[in-house]
């Protein structure tokens, strides 16, 4: 979304309200690097917010959340969602940029010829911030390692615990002498 921040420039105004949908990014559900691995987003992203000029300095501040749908990290029961987060930034023109340090870049949104696009950073920050496992509930037992049963519906018919083999020679070892 391009958003015309010209009236805010030229002073006409000194609030632009912003309030869009932004698609979700495509492809990442199944690019095994990316945070968004295996999430899907059902609808698109709501992005709202203000643009505010006080005396020449411009803040960017927007809201964003998006419903997903993914599976949970321990058992893979599915699990739906909104996740929510916020971008805060500078608004500057481009041509006060070249005084920026390149470290602080990072802190400022660019205005080109009157016109903001903030669907770039919107997007990696929704992919920096979402979180990297999701999970049904947080006391979640996951999965029975040996049978593969969901331990949130039951307990299976496995052993607690199995001796680990390496220490198989100690045991038989103490069972030999256990009588003496």
Do not use: W
């Amino acid at each position: 979304m391009k958003l015309d921040l010209r009236p805010l420039l030229a002073e006409d105004i000194r609030l632009l309200s912003v309030d869009f949908l932004l698609d979700p990014p495509k492809g990442e559900e199944e690019d095994p690097t990316s945070a968004l691995y295996g999430v899907h987003f059902p609808h698109p992203l709501h992005v709202c917010g203000e643009i505010t000029n006080t005396a020449g300095y411009m803040r960017m501040a927007l809201s964003a959340s998006i419903p997903y749908t993914a599976a949970c990290a321990r058992c893979l029961d599915p699990i739906d969602g909104t996740f929510s987060f916020r971008l805060e930034k500078t608004v500057a023109p481009a041509n006060l940029m070249t005084d920026v340090r390149e470290e602080d870049a990072d802190d400022y949104v660019v205005v080109v010829d009157g016109f903001l696009d903030v669907d770039e950073q919107l997007l990696e920050m929704m992919e920096m911030e979402f979180p990297s496992k999701l999970l049904c509930r947080e006391d979640c037992a996951g999965l029975c390692p040996r049978c593969g049963q969901n331990r949130n519906h039951g307990r299976c018919a496995c052993p607690e615990k199995e001796p680990d083999p390496r220490l198989a020679p100690l045991a038989n070892l103490l069972e030999k002498y256990k009588d003496d």
